[in-house]
Nanobody
């Protein structure tokens, strides 16, 4: 069973930076995709960044040019957040799924961590 543990969230001023980490375990196949989602109070969970098994990436328009998703080859997923904005405030979740397919639809992903809170103040 895939297990995910996020860390690195916190409070930061607008314009600052954060690095979120996610330790992924239980993946027994070499082909898998990973992603970061976020959910603000009263809003749906939305895809922030996806790292496909091919190495290709997807970013939500709202974070393009500011966020970077990366993996270190040891099943640790990262989200580098630069020039953060108050609207980036949310609970951030990582997810992973075996196979080469991926989706921005949260229902596609079956395994979630407990999340890490990011709060950006102006």
């Amino acid at each position: 069973q895939v297990q995910l543990l996020e860390s690195g969230g916190g409070s930061v001023l607008a314009g600052g930076s954060l690095r979120l980490s996610c330790a992924v375990s239980g993946i027994t196949v070499p082909i898998y995709s990973m992603a970061w989602f976020r959910q603000a109070p009263g809003k749906e969970r939305e895809a922030v960044a996806v790292l496909a098994t091919t190495g290709s990436t997807y970013y939500a328009d709202s974070v393009k040019g500011r966020f970077t998703v990366a993996e270190d080859g040891q099943n640790n997923l990262y989200l580098y957040m630069d020039n953060v904005k108050p609207e980036d405030s949310a609970m951030y979740y990582c997810t992973a799924r075996a196979g080469s397919r991926w989706s921005v639809d949260s229902s596609f992903w079956k395994n979630w961590g407990q999340g890490t809170q990011v709060t950006v103040s102006s």
